[in-house]
C-alpha cells in the first residue's frame, strides 16, 4: 500500500475485525493487550477501533508518552535552570503545559523567564548562535525516537565549537520501562501491540526477552488503523496458537536491527544512567540516557546548578497508575472534572500523547449507565 486512504479502507478493516472475532472466539480468557506508545492510543481512540472490538479483547494503555513519565522534579529542575537570567531556556511545545510542584514552563514564561519553543534541537543551536553572550538550554526529551536529533544536535555543536549551548537530559529508554511493567504482579498482560516510531530506532531484536523471557507475544505495529487492526488478529493468532515471538507489522519502516546510524550517534553521545524517576513507575534501573563525561561541556547537569529535588505527585491524580495501565483515565476520581485540557493536573491528560488527552479529545465518554470491561461503574462520566 502505498496511500494514506489505503490504510484507512473500511472494507479491509470489516475483513481484520471480523477475522478478530473469530478468533477471539476460540479464546475462553479475558485478554489484555497494551499498546506500548501513546500515537497507538490516539489512533485507537480516534478511530474508534476499541469500541468494536469483542468483549473479550480490552486494550490497556501503557506508558510510552515520554512528556506523561516526566516526574515533577525534573520539571522542576527545568524551571529552577529558567530562572537564570542568563539562561534561554528551548523546548518542545508538549512540555510547556507540564505541571511541576508549583508552576509549569508555560507560567514561568508568563512571568518573565525567557522560554522558547522549537520543533527541533538545531533550532536552539541556532539561537545559540544569535545569542552569544547567553546560554541557550534544550529540553531533551522522549524515548530512543527523539534522542538521535539531539545526538547529532551536540555533535554539531561539538563541530562548530558552540560553547554556549546545553542541553538538559531527561530521554528514556523504552526496554527497562517494558521489563517493569512485566514484573508487576498486579498487570496481568497477555501481548504487546509494540511502538513503532521507537522501533524504527532500535529495531525488533531489543524485545526477544518479552517472548523468550516473559512469554508473551508482541507485535510491532504502524499507526494507520488497519496497522493496529493488523497487529491485533497478529496478536490473537499467536495467543491462539499457543506461541510467542516477536512480529514486525510496521515492516515497511522498522528493521530488525533498527537505524544503525542513529544508534552510533545516540552511543557515541549518550550513556546509560543507573536509574531514572519516572511519573508513576518510580526509579526504574537503566531507563535514561546521561551525557557521556567527553561532551560534558554541553551537559547543562554539569554546567549549571541544579536542585535534583524529588517531588510526590498531585494526591489526587492517578496519572502513575494509568501509565502502568492498572486505571483507565475515566477510573480518576479527578477526570474531566478537575482535570482537564484547560486545567490539567496530571501529565496524562496534558501531552498530546496521553491516554486521558485521547479520552477527552476523541469524545469516548458516553458510557453513563454502563460499565467497562473491568467491571467498574462509569454512570458518573459527563463531559
Known sequence: MKYVDEFRNPEKAQALQKE????????DTHIKIMEVCGGHTHSIFKYGIEEILPDN????????????????GRIDDAIALCQNPNIIFTTFGDAMRVPGSKTSLLQAKAQGADIRMVYSPLDSLKIAKENPNQEIVFFGLGFETTAPS?????LQAAAE?????????????????LQALLENPDLKLDGFVGPGHVSMVIGTEPYEFIAQQYHKPIVISGFEPLDIFQSIWMLLK???????????????????????????????VFAVREKFAWRGLGEIPNSGFKIREEYAQFDAEAKFTIPNLKVADHKACQCGEILKGVLKPWQCKVFGTACTPETPIGT???????????????????????RDKSGVSTESLSV
Open 57 to 72: 479483547i480490552e486494550l490497556i494503555h501503557g506508558p510510552g508518552c515520554p512528556v506523561c513519565v516526566m516526574p515533577k
Open 161 to 177: 565549537n558552540i560553547t554556549n549551548f546545553s542541553m538538559f537530559s531527561n530521554h528514556v529508554l523504552v526496554i527497562p520501562a
Open 348 to 370: 496524562c491528560m496534558v501531552s498530546s500523547e496521553g491516554a486521558c488527552a485521547a479520552y477527552y479529545k476523541y469524545g469516548r465518554l458516553s458510557k453513563m449507565g454502563k
Open 238 to 268: 499467536q495467543i491462539v496458537e499457543n506461541h510467542c515471538q516477536v512480529e514486525n507489522q510496521y515492516n515497511r519502516l522498522v528493521e530488525p536491527a533498527g537505524n544503525q546510524n542513529a544508534l552510533k550517534a545516540i552511543n557515541k
Open 20 to 27: 478478530i472475532e473469530k478468533l477471539s472466539q476460540k479464546i
Open 150 to 154: 539531539t545526538a547529532f544536535t551536540i
